[in-house]
């Protein structure tokens, strides 16, 4: 009993300075995990590095087919000094943008609509599923043909991955939402726009992030198979021009590239994610 006395104090004010010291040494816990894991990361991807580069110099696998480190980077440098880089980045990142940022649009708007409609929703189903399973890959020729080679086409390839995951996502997540929290909002008069915009939207904020995660990957996925197909410039042309001379160093430093903005893309979607479970 003395233990549990002194663990929480009676008194108001010692109570509260109590309650402060834990939550700081709480906060304090989670910056130190935090550098500790930031940290172990920066130390695998290091030794990642040093493991290629040694694995290269020792021959233990081929450098003309898989590189090294240090002509990877020797690669970056000299296309980002003669500006040619920073045309194919942004090329494919404007196309990225597009396809991301639509494809979410595009999806939870559809989601919405078919939630909204019962009757559109059982209808749309099956086809929902049909064209999600359909390889994208063989649809690329066809919006070729549709749009041209060029910018929209390749946007097109891209919104025909990330539409669709978009809408099965999110609608799922609107139809999981609790149906006791309805009836509730119901039960106080509200029309079905204000159980949407007071009920279902907040609760699927987290399922929304997730797709936004998931886009991140598919959006890069649909660019870069589009710009196999049709492009003229963009990373996904370069990885193509440097297997077809042979210059694997060319397509290893475009990878390394598109992991880089891949994460930046991440980060930036962590950002809104906590942006938006605040508000939730």
Do not use: C
């Amino acid at each position: 009993m003395q233990q549990a006395a002194d663990e929480h104090p009676a008194d108001a004010e010692s109570r509260q300075a109590w309650l402060e010291d834990r939550q700081a040494s709480f906060r304090q816990a989670r910056r130190r995990r935090k550098r500790a894991v930031n940290a172990v990361r920066g130390s695998v991807l290091i030794l990642l590095f040093v493991f290629w580069e040694g694995a290269a110099r020792l021959g233990w696998i081929d450098e003309l087919l898989f590189s090294s480190p240090d002509r990877v980077f020797r690669q970056i440098a000299s296309d980002m000094a003669d500006g040619s880089l920073w045309h194919h980045l942004g090329v494919t990142s404007a196309e990225t943008a597009a396809g991301f940022v639509l494809g979410t649009l595009m999806g939870t708007l559809l989601a919405v609509l078919i939630w909204w409609s019962p009757f559109l929703s059982a209808v749309l189903d099956p086809y929902m599923v049909v064209f999600n399973s359909m390889p994208k890959v063989a649809l690329g020729p066809i919006f070729i043909v549709m749009f041209g080679a060029g910018f929209t086409a390749i946007v097109a390839t891209t919104l025909s991955i990330t539409v669709i995951v978009t809408t099965l996502v999110v609608y799922n997540s609107f139809v999981s939402v609790d149906s006791n929290y309805i009836k509730l909002v119901r039960s106080f008069g509200a029309s079905r726009r204000q159980v949407f915009a007071k009920v279902i939207l907040p609760s699927s904020y987290p399922a929304i992030v997730s797709t936004l995660k998931v886009n991140v990957g598919m959006s890069w996925v649909g660019v870069i198979v589009g710009e196999f197909l049709t492009a003229k410039s963009g990373l996904g042309y370069l990885i193509i021009y440097g297997f077809q001379v042979f210059n694997f160093t060319l397509v290893m430093s475009s990878l390394l590239i598109i992991a880089a903005v891949a994460t930046a893309m991440y980060q930036i979607v962590v950002y809104l994610e906590k942006l938006l479970l605040s508000r939730r």
